[in-house]
């Protein structure tokens, strides 16, 4: 992956851009975001910049070098990962790396040294590496990517300059679901439960975990809309009761997620910004059926948003370890009460 082709990561790509253009290029960089957001794709598009002779600093990402880069073949851009006990990063891999460092790269203008999951280092490897990341040789550059920052040492967090990594927005997250062929319905819903993640994306659409979410809703909304008080309670029984089968703790979240994202797009039409909208309008295919975002915005901005707090007041309280019966009863009988009063 190109620096340029980076989704929702500006600021990250304009440093890096930036800091080669100029020559200021750190020897240790430190890649720290939630997992799937494009750090190890990032380290590899700084590989590709700094060698790519077709487009020098920035990488054309299809001549042979690139090409080498991004499948992981190119011997001056090695990876490094857990492969000891208990997932660490050992010190014997903190020794393979020094030893790199300390060498000049065999073909490549620059080489690139990449640890995963650095945060996985024991404190030997960790104290193996701290002169390493201090004064690498020239032409060397090391680039530890972590979800987990605040696990590494301080002294290895002081060597390296810290690249921010954000999660993923949902926008950016559907358009890359359908780049990858993804159905639109199913890449909205995949989208909305993915936390920023572009691996969560992909592995939520291909193993449909939204579909069930998506039908969950659609049951929420039918106890919303429906007359009788005891549709709340029924609905809460049929999600919560102790029977084999009943959703789990994360499936729950999930619901209220997509109901939150349900609530926000209809909010965002309401106040006249449907380019803000993720799940649309209630057309055919939609993840809430027919009783779309678009129908909820005629309740108007204010009651959505008292709608929305309670549907937030509900993830709270499953967080909290509250009674989840109680707390889903409590959430469409709020839904109701301001649906009821739109009447």
């Avoid at 290029?25 to 590709?48: N, Q, S, T, W």
């Avoid at 990517?145 to 290895?156: G, K, Q, V, Y």
């Avoid at 039409?269 to 209630?282: M, S």
Wanted: with cysteine.
């Amino acid at each position: 992956m190109r620096l340029a082709d980076l989704i929702g990561q500006d600021t990250a790509r304009t440093a890096l851009l930036r800091a080669i253009e100029r020559g200021h290029l750190a020897h240790a960089y430190l890649f720290d975001g939630p997992p799937g957001v494009g750090k190890r794709g990032a380290a590899l598009g700084l590989a590709m910049a700094l060698n790519c002779q077709t487009e020098p600093g920035q990488g054309c990402g299809s001549c042979d070098v690139c090409r080498r880069i991004d499948a992981g073949l190119h011997p001056d851009v090695p990876s490094f990962g857990p492969s000891g006990p208990g997932g660490q990063i050992v010190i014997d891999d903190a020794r393979t790396i020094q030893a790199l460092a300390r060498t000049r790269p065999h073909e490549a203008a620059a080489r690139v040294i990449v640890i995963n999951d650095a945060d996985a280092m024991n404190p030997n490897a960790a104290n193996c590496l701290l002169k390493t990341l201090e004064e690498p040789l020239a032409r060397n550059q090391l680039v530890l990517c972590t979800s987990a920052p605040d696990r590494l040492l301080p002294t290895i967090r002081s060597r390296t300059q810290d690249v921010r990594f954000r999660p993923l927005p949902v926008a950016a997250l559907v358009d890359l679901a359908r780049r990858g062929g993804i159905p639109e319905a199913r890449a909205q819903i995949a989208a909305t439960l993915a936390d920023g993640s572009a691996a969560r994306l992909f592995a939520l659409a291909a193993d449909d975990d939204g579909g069930t979410a998506a039908q969950t809703l659609a049951a929420l909304r039918a106890a919303v809309t429906d007359a009788r008080a005891s549709a709340a309670f029924d609905f809460a029984a049929a999600q919560t009761g102790d029977r084999a089968g009943k959703p789990g703790k994360e499936e729950l979240g999930r619901l209220l997620d997509l109901t939150g994202r349900l609530y926000r797009d209809a909010i965002a039409l309401a106040a006249g910004a449907p380019e803000l909208a993720v799940l649309g309008g209630g057309g055919p295919g939609e993840p809430s059926g027919g009783d779309g975002a678009r129908a909820l915005a005629a309740l108007g901005v204010h009651r959505l948003n008292r709608a929305l707090s309670a549907i937030v007041d509900a993830q709270e309280a499953l967080i909290a370890n509250v009674n989840p019966t109680l707390a889903i009863e409590r959430l469409v009988l709020a839904l109701k009460r301001q649906e009821r009063r739109a009447a």
